[in-house]
């Protein structure tokens, strides 16, 4: 029933947000019928890429109308072959949402990031509203602000390639939030201050998983951060400092979470002052005369095992070349830190501004076999009649 065509052609059309409220909550019902009753096939078909399902047992399990109805809002498309049906994205289960990415791992420079588990970890320990504004630069697909929006807050996420800003427009209306969210294209140095600027009547918390991935220019667009992987949290930092006082002051809270290179091995203790995130973070929270709290959340990562979850696709050589880039500069682990910053609450110890909490046990409860570098769709493995490209 399910057989695999080879997937060399450009990314899928952008998703087109559904026409009425009416639409978003049938697919939204549809899904989750889906998800709830045929876990598996579920999996199959939205969530392993490259599988081609048979139309008429996917009509049988699902019901006809139901399909035609995700044929219509394009979450199915029909192989030319005729006969088989495929997802052009990824749809993850969040809770009671879903959201749209592309598939991972695509080789595409303009690829939408799909969820990943420092997502997961971050939404885990979000403390933020309700009612503030919550805004996030580098939105993405917007997991993370619409998972904030949930809590009873407004939104507004920034990002500057067009094709995130759609699929985190879908998956604002396909989840009922559209309401309470807006989007803006751009770069987060014209938008974002002017973001800040422009409420005056909530406190502002900022919410962000910025790109992180050192390297050079060869590096995907949704990750690519400078040689050290700092340059999107450069920007931010530069972009707080020059802030008016009054703009600064509306700010309650920062949000972050990243990956930091680090100049330890996993086999040894780290502190604070071995991440190269941590001078940054710390430089933030002080323009805010607030404390930064900086917490591990797994075992540091070896970079080369590293390279190889995140870009599994890319040559051995390539994979071995970025990492020898990173040992040359000094670092020898790759941390996944949170970081959050509260405004206005320094300690009277300046030496109390960078508070450290190194990882000391399994996050999150998932077990120590599964990266964190890793997609959630890949913690679930496929039927063993999937034939995964």
């Not at 991972?104 to 509203?129: A, K, N, R, W």
């Amino acid at each position: 029933m399910l057989h695999s065509f080879e997937q060399l052609t450009p990314l899928p059309a952008l998703p087109v947000v559904p026409n009425s409220w009416e639409t978003s909550h049938e697919l939204r019902r549809i899904l989750q019928d889906i998800f709830i009753n045929t876990p598996r096939l579920a999996h199959d078909v939205f969530q392993t890429k490259g599988n081609f399902y048979q139309a008429k047992p996917l009509a049988k399990h699902w019901g006809k109308d139901n399909v035609t109805v995700l044929v219509n809002a394009g979450l199915l498309t029909t192989h030319e072959s005729g006969g088989y049906m495929n997802a052009p994205y990824l749809i993850t289960e969040w809770a009671d949402n879903f959201y749209l990415t592309d598939f991972p791992d695509t080789g595409h420079e303009f690829e939408v990031f799909s969820p990943h588990v420092e997502q997961h970890g971050m939404v885990d320990s979000l403390t933020i509203g309700p009612c503030c504004c919550v805004i996030e630069p580098f939105v993405g697909s917007g997991i993370l602000l619409l998972e904030a929006v949930r809590r009873g807050n407004t939104g507004i996420g920034i990002d500057m390639s067009p094709r995130a800003l759609a699929f985190a427009r879908y998956n604002a209306d396909l989840n009922g939030l559209a309401d309470r969210v807006e989007f803006r294209l751009g770069d987060i140095q014209d938008e974002l201050p002017a973001a800040i600027a422009e409420i005056n009547d909530r406190p502002i918390v900022i919410l962000a998983n910025p790109p992180f991935e050192p390297g050079g220019e060869d590096r995907p667009k949704h990750s690519a951060a400078g040689v050290d992987g700092t340059d999107a949290l450069e920007a931010m930092q530069k972009i707080f400092s020059g802030l008016p006082p009054i703009d600064q002051q509306k700010i309650s809270q920062i949000h972050i979470v990243t990956f930091s290179l680090g100049r330890k091995s996993k086999q040894q203790n780290t502190a604070a002052s071995d991440l190269v995130v941590a001078p940054i973070m710390a430089g933030m929270a002080e323009a805010f005369g607030g404390q930064c709290f900086l917490k591990e959340l797994r075992r540091p990562s070896a970079p080369l095992d590293y390279i190889r979850n995140i870009f599994p696709n890319d040559t051995g050589e390539d994979q071995t070349r970025v990492a020898d880039n990173i040992y040359e500069r000094g670092y020898r682990g790759i941390h996944l830190v949170t970081v959050s910053i509260y405004c206005g609450s320094q300690s009277i110890n300046p030496a109390e501004v960078l508070h450290w909490q190194p990882y000391r046990n399994n996050a999150f409860g998932i077990g120590p076999k599964i990266p964190f570098e890793t997609p959630l769709h890949r913690r679930t493995m496929p039927r063993k009649n999937a034939l995964v490209p």
